[in-house]
Each structure stands twice: as structure tokens, then as C-alpha cells.
């Protein structure tokens, strides 16, 4: 039991030891709705295994699509994985997916209203450190909403791709 809780201790300090919080943002254009989502996440890694840097991160963003007879914006609020490997001593890989929920606000013709819904997302990309703490990244995003009901309607929040670019620094 005494090797055990020894072992648990040494690995546990080996991985904060590792660990390094991280901020980024990022803008994107969102295929479907044809508009910005702009982002900000704040991450902290928890350790690397087999080459791989794993980090949780929240992430919250904002999009405000004008369809010309309604508006609808949108507030997706993300937990995060996201996993990182090196490609060499400049570029890195990413991937990861989050769960969440976003907020919806609708106007149209005199009706105004919002409502909350789970959110999903999966995304990856390509990064280049541009120093040792501040690197340059580019991805694909498919994020997917479930539809909401707002004053009894039900609004669609469907789903989109975006193809973004964003800068992370990490402390």
C-alpha cells in the first residue's frame, strides 16, 4: 500500500511538474452561417505520455449571424481535450474535442428571445511556434448544437464548419 501511494505521489508530481498554463484566441469563418466566430480558451497541460501534450481547456466564443429578415447570435461555452505532438522543432499537430453547451438569441419580425442547448466539437490543426511561448495555429473546427426552444418554438441551432486562425501563449 506504502509503494503504491508513493508511486501515485511521484507520478503525480512528475505531471504538475510538466504542466504549464496556456492562453489563445482565434478567429474563424463559420462555412454555413457564413459569418466570424471569434474565440478565447485558457488551458492548462496536465502531462505528456508517448510524445503527446494533453491539456484541458475552457474555451467560450461569439458569433452573430444577419440572415436580412432575423439575427441570430451565438455563445458556444466549451470544455475542451486537446492533445498536441511535434512535428519538428517549429510545427506541431493538434486535435482535440470539447462538449459544452451554446446560448442562441434570435430576432425576427418582433420576436426576440434566447435559450440554452448542449454543444459538441471536434477540431485539429497545425501550429508553428513563433517563440518559445508564443505560437501562430491554423485549423478546422465542426462544431454541432442541439436545437433550442425559445418561448415555445423550437429554434434549429444546427451545425457549422469553421476554418480559423488564432495565436497561443503559453506561461
Request: hydrophobic share 45%; aromatic share 12%.
Amino acid at each position: 500500500m506504502k509503494k503504491t501511494i508513493l508511486f501515485i505521489a511521484l507520478f503525480a508530481s512528475a505531471t504538475l511538474a510538466q504542466a504549464s498554463l496556456y492562453v489563445g484566441g482565434s478567429v474563424g469563418y463559420l462555412s454555413d452561417a457564413k459569418e466570424p466566430l471569434f474565440s478565447a480558451r485558457v488551458g492548462y497541460q496536465i502531462g505528456e505520455y508517448a510524445g503527446i501534450r494533453h491539456s484541458i481547456e475552457g474555451e467560450i466564443g461569439v458569433s452573430s449571424a444577419d440572415f436580412g429578415i432575423y439575427e441570430v447570435d451565438m455563445l458556444p461555452r466549451m470544455i475542451n481535450y486537446r492533445g498536441e505532438i511535434d512535428i519538428d522543432d517549429t510545427f506541431f499537430a493538434y486535435a482535440g474535442a470539447g462538449l459544452g453547451s451554446v446560448k442562441i438569441e434570435v430576432e425576427f419580425a418582433g420576436f426576440e428571445g434566447d435559450g440554452d442547448g448542449f454543444a459538441w466539437q471536434v477540431f485539429g490543426g497545425l501550429g508553428m511556434r513563433l517563440t518559445e511561448q508564443l505560437s501562430a495555429i491554423g485549423g478546422l473546427r465542426f462544431i454541432d448544437a442541439s436545437d433550442i426552444k425559445i418561448r415555445g418554438e423550437t429554434v434549429g441551432a444546427d451545425n457549422d464548419l469553421e476554418f480559423g486562425v488564432g495565436m497561443q501563449f503559453v506561461f
